[in-house]
């Protein structure tokens, strides 16, 4: 739906992740949407370095995040929001539902 307006799929499936669930990793992504780690990658890179999200090391692992300090966040997590309020329920289900841990 925004993969017009964001130039291509990844990103759009990047931004969503990001604001379902706060943060996350290029190999989780990769995962979650059965993408190869270097185009989550390439396409992360291309969000740090224009601001939209920001990156941090935990142990050996960069974590990535929106970008608290973006100015046009509040616009942005909002056309998010309404973006995924569109998605097709059985994509909604399959990459963006908050998971849990199952109790033992």
Excluded: C, W
């Excluded at 929106?66 to 990459?95: G, H, M, Q, T, V």
């Amino acid at each position: 739906m925004l993969e017009a307006l964001f130039g291509n799929i990844i990103i759009e499936k990047i931004l969503l992740f990001l604001n379902t669930y706060g943060e996350g990793y290029p190999l989780g992504m990769a995962k979650t949407f059965e993408e190869p780690v270097n185009r989550i990658q390439q396409q992360l890179r291309r969000l740090e370095e224009g601001g939209i999200v920001v990156s941090r090391l935990v142990g050996r692992v960069r974590l990535y995040t929106l970008n608290p300090r973006y100015p046009f966040l509040k616009e942005l997590k909002a056309l998010i929001s309404k973006a995924y309020k569109f998605l097709p329920e059985d994509e909604e289900e399959k990459y963006y539902r908050r998971r849990t841990r199952p109790h033992n």
